[in-house]
């Protein structure tokens, strides 16, 4: 049996596809997670996956003494992945201090118990938020940080500082930021996937909300910006690449393979797409018609955005392998399960 890993946040998009991969590759899973953005059924869902049920603990990482009482409980636990967050940009821009107590205090906690073992490895789910509108196109991992555009933004650039800090004094203690592009996609079995609270921010799941008829009309927030098509560029990548790159990332700390012992990558495809590209590949893998309209652009929006993946490529040996058309697929799926459980209930 390998290392048993702690995955923060891991009922959540991101983390529950990460558990499943972990689980996959021999990795005994530890989820902790307070629900404010997920729900038990998640657990049931990994677990018809992989056949397997992770622990789980029901708890706040803003509650101090939990998690020395957890580590206390899991002495044996050298592995984080700390997924969990607040990540409404919306609601950090009007509720500030939720945001900055949420994402800081949380890790701060977690550093604190980690930083004394013997041996500790720890991978951060940062963003590509932090180069703001970046001057060159693709982003490389050394491109400047920009002023960040939200308090949300502002809590993954302070994380990194702060785990970079940390690393500095505590040269046993092993960290990777990983600078997420933008997740889109669910599990191929539809068990898990993304579960936006309220209206989503995002453009996938608006769209997919679009098509099963929950949302009247998706809205395109500008077609007059300096692009192909006068939409907004991002790099979308599949979850289930996203999941894998960070079992990748967390073995290359585990194993000593790592020089540093601090480093960032981006993870994205590489690839920029339009949002008038992505309602089209939409579209054509669906075979589903989406009601769309030009709106005025959002206010915070940058131009275009995506990766320059040629470190997560050389260094970790990870490679998006995903195509847009299977994301959007695999999250209308996600989406027409949704659905049939919301009719039952
Ligand atoms: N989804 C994206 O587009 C995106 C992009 C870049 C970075 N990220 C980052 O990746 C991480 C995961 O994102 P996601 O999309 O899976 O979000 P998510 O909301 O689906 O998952 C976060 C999970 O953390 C849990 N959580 C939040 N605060 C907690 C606390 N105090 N104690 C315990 N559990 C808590 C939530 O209940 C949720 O299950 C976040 O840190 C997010 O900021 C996400």
Known sequence: MKSKILVTGGLGFIGSHTVVALQEQGYEVVIIDNLSNSSL????????ITQITPEFENMDL??????????????????VIHFAASKAVGESVENPLLYYENNLSSLIYILQHLSQKEQASFIFSSSCTVYGQADTLPIKENAPIKKAMSPYGNTKQIGEEIIEDTCKVHPAFKAISL??????????????????IGTPQNLVPFITQ????????????????????????????????????????????LDNSSEKNYDVFNLGTGNGNTVLEVIESFQKSTGKKLAYKIADRREGDVIAAYADTNKANSVLNWKAVHSLDEALKSAW?????????EKKH
């Open 41 to 48: 059924d998640v657990l049931a869902g990994i677990t018809k």
């Open 62 to 79: 803003r509650d101090k003494d939990a998690v020395a009482g957890f580590f206390e409980k899991y002495p044996d636990i050298n592995g």
């Open 333 to 341: 799926k996600w989406e027409e399960k949704v659905m049939k459980i």
């Open 210 to 253: 679009t098509a099963i008829g929950k949302r009247e009309q998706l809205s395109v927030f500008g077609d007059d910006y300096p692009t192909k098509d006068g939409t907004c560029i991002r790099d979308y990548i599949h979850v289930m690449d996203l999941a894998k790159a960070h079992v990748v990332a967390l073995k290359r700390l």
């Open 179 to 196: 600078r997420y592009f933008n997740p889109i996609g669910a599990h191929p079995s539809a068990e898990i996937g993304e579960l936006p």
